[in-house]
Each structure stands twice: as structure tokens, then as C-alpha cells.
């Protein structure tokens, strides 16, 4: 059993399946900081968990083959030592985060049916791809069709394989742009990769799909074509709805960059609120200034129930969340919620302890924002919405830097392998008024 050999997970992960382990956290764990807790952070595997003793990391060995076949080898010591250390903070999100939401309002899917939980965000730790390529002897000059301020031909790719053979590639003008930060990381959240995510080496690529982020990092090849494994060429396609189980895989390109999402993690109605005065109990449901927004909202306004909302908005490419409209009323009014954290590139207002992973470089925004509403649900003779006999319906839906935003409802953007589900988030809740 190749599985044996799996490590321990946190009770608090809903397991999807144990042999490969595919889980996520509850989702009142979910985006509870800003930083997902290692323990917590999602975990996808399509294989079993490579072995890599402590003693042997540092010299765990990846191997990068040029064009021109040129091959130099590296351990994980020599990265660590040799090459200027980064710290990006960066969401990984799976292309299936979300699909069970695209089954139940749509219909059958195949995939892991995730919740809204297969999305994480870490600060990593490691070396830019960048660096090692140049180092290894990439040229930028006609071997790649560019020179340093003309980026790198498109045609190339840099395929990345781990320990188990999963496999998957990114174009190479991503791996050099110098604001792409993709990283050869070894630590997350300020400790070793843990085995689940990589240990001891494993890429990440910020703002695009988490499936190019590969774990237990081995080998790198780049090349005039793309990965051939069946994760680059076969899967994490988006095709339309009407194209069915048998497309043609070669009619799209893979999924890169990531496309907006928001998600609902918490929400705390009527009472919930009111009791939830304990520091650190509010702390954990994301409540801030509960006191004044009692006393602003609650306390004067007795015709309704408090509603306290929490959750997360991101989006690929690196484009900022810039607003992210709630609807407490099945989407007859919105209200634009409070964002919580600050772009990657600018922490000057983050707690203390997210203060050291400030990057002095003008970064992209790699990172979620996570959102808090409070509002009121209105009582039953006031509140005209036709959804009001199965309960409030809660709404999320986000906008970014381009102005890219979701789509209302799943069906337009339905794909039999319930790929990016990310049509506004949907929750109902019950008061008993
Ligand atoms: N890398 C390897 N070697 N093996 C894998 O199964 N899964 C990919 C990617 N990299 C995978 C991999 C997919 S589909 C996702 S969503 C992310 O890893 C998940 O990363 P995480 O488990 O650290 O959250
Ligand atoms: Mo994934």
C-alpha cells in the first residue's frame, strides 16, 4: 500500500477521499486569517505522499533540462544557499473548488465534489524559478526569442514533475516575467513545507490554476511543447455546456490563470451574534467592533435579526479584489462588504505578525481579500422577497482590478467536469421570527 506512508491529518479537514487524500477544511475554518494555518490548508493529491527523510532534503535533487539539452542539477541546499530567498504571499485555488455548488444548482458533475473550501492562502517562502533558469544557462536571447525587456517566446514551455509523476507546465514567459514571483518555494507559513504540500520542494505559481503548482518538485524540462501528462492535456479544460462527457481535449487550451470567486464562510444570525462577545470567539468568526455595530444596527433597528457575514474573494492573474457586494435579501438590495486585508504588495495596516512577510518589490495581488458584512435580515411583513418562505437568502459576489465579475448563476458557465464554479455564492439561513 503506497499509501501507508501518508502523514496524519487535521480532524478539522473533511475528508473527499483518503487513498489519494483529497480534503478541505469546515468552512468556519476556512478564512479565519489571512494566512491559512498549514494544518488547515486544503490538500489535493492525485497519488500517494512521497517519502523524503529530514536528513535527506537538503540533498533532495531537481534537475533542470534546457532546450538545447543541457541539463544541470541542483539540491535543495544549493537552492536554499545560492539564490536570493523570497517571501510571496499567494492563494493555491483547485479548479474544482466550488463544483459541488455547480452539481446541486445544475446537475451532475465529475470531480471531487468541493465544497467552497478547495482554496487556501500561504505565505511561501523560496526561489524564483526565474533565477534558477538563468542560472542553469537560459539564455534570453535567441534560444527563447527575447531579450531582457522583451519577454520570452510563447512557444516555450517550462514543464514541471514531481516525485510520483504528476506532471504539469507553465508557458515560459510566466516563469520569467519578473513580476510573477513563481517560486521554487520549501517553506510555508514560516515552516518547512509540510509533507502534504510538497515537502521538501515544490512550485508555486501565483494566480494561476493550483494544478500548475507541483509538489514534490523533481524536474524541470523546458521545452517547445507542453507537458505531455494527462493533467496538462486531458484535464483542467473548460469546455461549454452543451459539450458533454467526450470532447475534444485539443480544441481548448489548459486552464492558467484563475478567473474571480467569492465564497460565504460564515454566517451568524440573530442570537449567534449577540452571544458571540467572547474575544477570541469573535476573533475566530472574523467579528470586529461587534459592540458598535450592535449599537448602530441591532439595538435600534428591532424589526429585524443581526446578520454577521464572513468569507473570500479572489482572482487570478494577480488583479486586486476591489469591491465585493453582499445581498442580505436574495439579491433584491446589496450592500458593499468591509475587506479585511490590505494587497500583498502593501501591508502596511496587517497585524503584526504578517507585518515580516511585507516584499519590498510592487507586487501583484496574489493574495484573497477576506470580506465581513453585518446587516440586518428583515422581518417577515417587511421583507417582499419571494424567496423569504425557504428562508434569507445570503449573496457574495466580487469585482476586480478589471472589473471582471461572476456570473449569476451557474448554468451558463456549467461543464460536465465542474470546472471553475464561480457563479455568486448562494447560502440560506433561518430566523425564527
Ligand atoms: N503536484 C503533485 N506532485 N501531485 C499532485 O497530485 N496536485 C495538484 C497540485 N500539484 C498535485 C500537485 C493540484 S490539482 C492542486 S489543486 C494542488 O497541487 C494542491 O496543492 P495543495 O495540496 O498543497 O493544496
Ligand atoms: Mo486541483
Known amino acids: 500500500d503506497p ?20 480534503a478541505e477544511p469546515e468552512a468556519a475554518y476556512l478564512a479565519r486569517e489571512f494566512a491559512t494555518p498549514n494544518e488547515l490548508f486544503y490538500v489535493r493529491n492525485h497519488m500517494w505522499v512521497p517519502v523524503v527523510d529530514v536528513e535527506e532534503a537538503p540533498k533532495h535533487e531537481l534537475t533542470v533540462e534546457l532546450p538545447d539539452g543541457e541539463v544541470r542539477a541542483y539540491t535543495l541546499e544549493e537552492l536554499r544557499t545560492r539564490f536570493k530567498i523570497h ?16 452539481t446541486k444548482s445544475v446537475g451532475p458533475t465529475n470531480g471531487l465534489q468541493w465544497g467552497a473550501g478547495a482554496i487556501s492562502n500561504a505565505v511561501w517562502e523560496g526561489v524564483l524559478l526565474k533565477d534558477v533558469l538563468r542560472d542553469a544557462g537560459l539564455r534570453t536571447g535567441d534560444d527563447v526569442g527575447a531579450t531582457e525587456d522583451d519577454p520570452p517566446s510563447d512557444s516555450l514551455h517550462v514543464q514541471l514533475t514531481g516525485m510520483e509523476a504528476y506532471a504539469a507546465s507553465i508557458p515560459l514567459p510566466v516563469a520569467m516575467d519578473a513580476r ?6 520549501f517553506g510555508m507559513n514560516g515552516k518547512p513545507l509540510p509533507r502534504d504540500h510538497g515537502y521538501p520542494l515544490r512550485a508555486v505559481v501565483p494566480g494561476y490554476v493550483a494544478a500548475r503548482s507541483v509538489k514534490w518538485l523533481s524536474r524541470i524540462v523546458v521545452s517547445d511543447e507542453e507537458s505531455a501528462s494527462q493533467w496538462q492535456r486531458r484535464d483542467y479544460k473548460l469546455f461549454g455546456p452543451n459539450e458533454g462527457g467526450k470532447p475534444n481535449w485539443d480544441r481548448y487550451p489548459a486552464i492558467q490563470e484563475m478567473p474571480i470567486t467569492s465564497a460565504i464562510t460564515s454566517v451568524l444570525v440573530g442570537k449567534d451574534v449577540k452571544s458571540c462577545t467572547d474575544k477570541s470567539a469573535r476573533a475566530a468568526a472574523g467579528v470586529r467592533d461587534l459592540k458598535d455595530w450592535q449599537d448602530k444596527n441591532w439595538v435600534d433597528s428591532p424589526k429585524g435579526t443581526p446578520v454577521e457575514v464572513a468569507g ?7 488583479r486586486e479584489i476591489v ?71 445570503i449573496l457574495v459576489k466580487a469585482v476586480d482590478s478589471a472589473y471582471n465579475t461572476q ?24 430566523t425564527n421570527d
Open 3 to 22: 499509501f501507508a506512508t501518508d502523514p496524519k491529518r487535521d480532524e478539522r479537514l473533511t475528508v473527499l477521499t483518503q487513498k489519494p487524500c483529497n
Open 87 to 102: 517571501h510571496v504571499p499567494a492563494v493555491l485555488q483547485c479548479s474544482g473548488n466550488r463544483r459541488s455548488d455547480m
Open 180 to 185: 510573477g514571483d513563481v517560486l521554487l518555494a
Open 312 to 318: 473570500y474573494a479572489y482572482s487570478g492573474g494577480g
Open 323 to 393: 469591491r465585493v457586494d453582499v445581498s442580505v435579501d436574495g439579491g433584491r438590495t446589496w450592500d458593499q462588504a468591509e475587506l479585511l486585508d490590505s494587497p500583498s504588495r502593501n501591508y502596511d495596516d496587517a497585524e503584526e505578525t504578517q507585518k515580516k512577510y511585507v516584499v519590498a518589490r510592487g507586487r501583484r495581488d496574489w493574495a484573497w481579500k477576506r470580506w465581513q458584512y453585518k446587516g440586518v435580515l428583515l422581518d417577515k411583513s417587511l421583507d417582499q422577497s419571494l424567496q423569504r418562505e425557504q428562508g434569507h437568502e
Open 407 to 430: 456570473p449569476e448563476h451557474h448554468d451558463g458557465i456549467y461543464n460536465v467536469r465542474g470546472n471553475l464554479a464561480t457563479a455568486w455564492h448562494r447560502v440560506r439561513v433561518q
